[in-house]
């Protein structure tokens, strides 16, 4: 009785933790909520006195709302990319991390199993060694880290979301820059449409206190926008910078460590191949809440690899207009 009686507890807190987890989402979606009742209702249909201001006001209103919503939707209910399956030991190497009590030893194994897997790792471990993740029993892929709260190993991770509820990774970042800049543009046409009004406001109430239900919604909503304007901007603007580095937030804090020492331009491959790995290639749909991102979140090129191919590319160039040259003089 008292085994079943600590399971439904263990149950009952891990519901409450799911719970209080979700609680910064249902906040995001109330204020949306009341964002619309106030902005399209009390704004544009009550206080919008002109039709061709109310139906470009609701126009433009909605094209960035549905953006916005699709955007944090994809955002919060991407699913989480685990390592893929070679990366997990296999039970012998798991028999012989345990029969084996110094690091150097468990070190060699795990380079052993890498090699023996054919796994793509350049990011080293603080000591030099193989990233291994005990609790998930996986080699990490580069630039994987293990999220405590989402308890797994993610691909690319960047950061966990509190606001999202989930982690910020390779699968769904091109989503999480689209709701900050959607967030961003949509607080920012509703602060902007919304100042002449409550400028008004603020003139007409010098001689007149008493303030009605609509119109401390309308008040309410340029604070709310300004707000929000100034926070989402700030991310948004940052991770565009992020996004042109190809760096995570935690590589910019950490750089991640190779054999030749740690490096945050590591993946750095120009503005645009930066900004075409998390977007795609196609640069119509850059915009869109659709998945586009290149690669699978394992295999990453580095500025050096890259450096060293342009490097042999241009030697192979240049002998090949030697040889040309040469038979020229020869003719």
Same mark, same amino acid.
Request: hydrophobic share 40%.
């Given at each position: 009785?008292?085994?079943?009686?600590?399971?439904? &507890?263990?149950? =009952?807190?891990?519901?409450?933790?799911?719970?209080?987890?979700?609680?910064?989402?249902? /906040?995001? &979606?109330?204020?949306?909520?009341?964002?619309?009742?106030?902005?399209?209702?009390?704004?544009?249909?009550?206080?919008?006195?002109?039709?061709?201001?109310?139906?470009?006001?609701?126009?433009?209103?909605?094209?960035?709302?549905?953006?916005?919503?699709?955007?944090?939707?994809?955002?919060?209910?991407?699913? !989480?990319? %685990?390592?893929?399956?070679? /990366?997990?030991?296999?039970?012998?190497?798991?028999?012989?991390?345990?029969?084996?009590?110094?690091?150097?030893?468990?070190?060699?194994?795990?380079?052993?199993?890498?090699?023996?897997?054919?796994?793509?790792?350049?990011?080293?471990?603080?000591?030099?060694?193989?990233?291994?993740?005990?609790?998930? %029993?996986?080699?990490?892929? *580069?630039?994987?880290?293990?999220?405590?709260?989402?308890?797994? =190993?993610?691909?690319?991770?960047?950061?966990?979301?509190?606001?999202?509820?989930? =982690?910020?990774?390779?699968?769904?970042? %091109?989503?999480?820059?689209?709701?900050?800049?959607?967030?961003?543009?949509?607080?920012?046409?509703?602060?902007?449409?919304?100042?002449?009004?409550?400028?008004?406001?603020?003139?007409?109430?010098?001689?007149?206190?008493?303030?009605?239900?609509?119109?401390?919604?309308?008040?309410?909503? /340029?604070?709310?926008?300004?707000?929000?304007?100034?926070?989402?901007?700030?991310?948004?603007?940052?991770?565009?910078?992020?996004?042109?580095?190809?760096? &995570? &937030?935690?590589?910019?804090?950490?750089?991640?460590?190779?054999?030749?020492?740690? $490096?945050?331009?590591?993946?750095?491959?120009?503005?645009?191949?930066?900004?075409?790995?998390?977007?795609?290639?196609?640069?119509?749909?850059?915009? !869109?809440?659709?998945?586009?991102? *290149?690669? *699978?979140?394992?295999?990453?090129?580095?500025?050096?690899?890259?450096?060293?191919?342009?490097?042999?590319?241009?030697?192979?160039?240049? $002998?090949?207009?030697? $040889?040309?040259?040469?038979?020229?003089?020869?003719?």
């Amino acid at each position: 009785m008292g085994g079943c009686d600590g399971e439904s &507890t263990n149950v =009952c807190i891990r519901l409450f933790i799911n719970l209080i987890r979700w609680l910064p989402v249902i /906040f995001v &979606t109330a204020i949306v909520g009341w964002a619309y009742y106030a902005y399209v209702y009390q704004l544009s249909i009550l206080t919008v006195e002109s039709l061709s201001l109310q139906i470009l006001y609701l126009l433009v209103f909605h094209i960035l709302l549905i953006l916005f919503v699709a955007s944090y939707y994809q955002t919060v209910f991407a699913p !989480l990319h %685990k390592p893929p399956a070679e /990366f997990y030991i296999t039970r012998d190497c798991m028999e012989e991390l345990n029969d084996s009590s110094e690091d150097n030893n468990q070190s060699d194994i795990l380079q052993r199993f890498v090699q023996l897997q054919g796994l793509p790792i350049k990011v080293r471990a603080f000591e030099g060694g193989v990233r291994y993740c005990p609790k998930c %029993k996986c080699i990490k892929p *580069d630039r994987s880290h293990h999220c405590s709260i989402c308890s797994q =190993c993610v691909r690319k991770f960047d950061h966990h979301c509190p606001w999202v509820n989930t =982690c910020v990774s390779f699968h769904n970042y %091109k989503f999480f820059v689209l709701f900050l800049g959607y967030g961003f543009t949509l607080c920012l046409w509703g602060a902007l449409t919304d100042l002449p009004y409550f400028i008004e406001f603020w003139q007409n109430n010098t001689v007149n206190n008493r303030v009605v239900f609509g119109q401390f919604n309308v008040v309410f909503l /340029f604070f709310v926008s300004s707000m929000f304007c100034l926070s989402l901007g700030c991310l948004f603007f940052y991770h565009l910078l992020l996004t042109a580095r190809n760096r &995570t &937030t935690l590589e910019s804090f950490r750089p991640p460590l190779f054999l030749h020492g740690p $490096d945050k331009r590591a993946y750095d491959m120009g503005i645009f191949r930066n900004y075409r790995q998390v977007f795609g290639s196609n640069p119509f749909l850059w915009l !869109l809440p659709v998945y586009t991102s *290149d690669g *699978d979140g394992v295999n990453f090129t580095t500025r050096q690899l890259m450096e060293s191919r342009e490097a042999v590319r241009l030697l192979d160039c240049t $002998d090949e207009e030697d $040889d040309e040259d040469f038979f020229n003089r020869i003719v």
